[in-house]
């Protein structure tokens, strides 16, 4: 199974709401990541978690809150974001972090009105 | 800090024409990741080039990193719809995805 799945594939939210991206992969990787990407341009790195610890958090606003409840697990909570939010969350993960291919999950489209 | 520009940033091509994207790094990179986008999709890993001066192939894709490390290509031979995407370099460094050069192939 290489495969790394996403929740929920779209999700639109007020900015008073507060909603969670689910990512889950069974690969038995120790690296997680989550990535945010504009329309027409590359992905953006915004937080690793290597062997269920945060590792890199690209200075991400504290209204993206990353929680890794087990090695499969990645979660994204979302709390009073702005409409300059909206994007495509991509999840990816790989056997370790950095030096190995990711794996990239289809992504949740998120609309903040 | 690091910047990883990819040209072009777009690229027109006629089917069976080839195509080359040039991934450049402000810095050296320890190794460079090359991923594919389709339209709607999300990035697919292609290759990883480690050493100085590397060249891979797969198929009509071929790979090259710069001796010094800063810099990388992607050439394709003889381009088919299939190919239509964007092709993005990316650092292990500090995964950073370059520019991306979006490939469109015309029937």
Redesign the interface.
């Known amino acids: 199974d290489t495969e790394v799945t996403q929740t929920p594939k779209h999700l639109v939210m007020g900015m008073t709401n507060k909603k969670s991206l689910k990512c889950e992969q069974h690969m038995g990787h120790r690296a997680m990541?989550w990535y945010k990407q504009k329309a027409?341009?590359?992905?953006?790195?915004m937080f690793?978690y290597s062997y269920e610890k945060l590792s890199?958090n690209e200075s991400v606003p504290s209204r993206f809150s990353p929680e890794c409840p087990n090695s499969s697990l990645l979660n994204l909570h979302l709390h009073a974001l702005q409409p300059e939010d909206s994007a495509l969350y991509?999840c990816?993960s790989s056997q370790e972090r950095?030096?190995y291919?990711?794996?990239?999950?289809?992504?949740t489209r998120l609309t903040v009105t | 800090g690091q910047q990883v520009m990819q040209i072009p940033q777009y690229q027109h091509v006629q089917e069976g024409e080839d195509f080359t994207t040039y991934c450049n790094s402000s810095t050296t990179l320890?190794?460079i990741?090359w991923?594919k986008q389709r339209p709607g999709?999300?990035?697919?890993?292609l290759i990883?080039l480690v050493k100085s001066g590397e060249v891979k192939k797969q198929k009509r894709l071929t790979f090259q990193f710069g001796e010094a490390k800063k810099n990388s290509s992607l050439h394709i031979t003889a381009t088919q719809t299939t190919d239509v995407g964007t092709y993005?370099c990316a650092g292990?460094?500090?995964?950073?995805?370059?520019?991306?050069t979006?490939l469109t192939v015309i029937p």
């Open positions: 990541y027409k341009k590359p992905p953006e790195l690793v890199i991509l990816a950095a030096v291919e990711q794996y990239f999950g289809p992504g | 320890s190794n990741q991923y999709g999300h990035p697919v890993f990883q993005f292990t460094n500090n995964l950073f995805f370059g520019t991306g979006r």
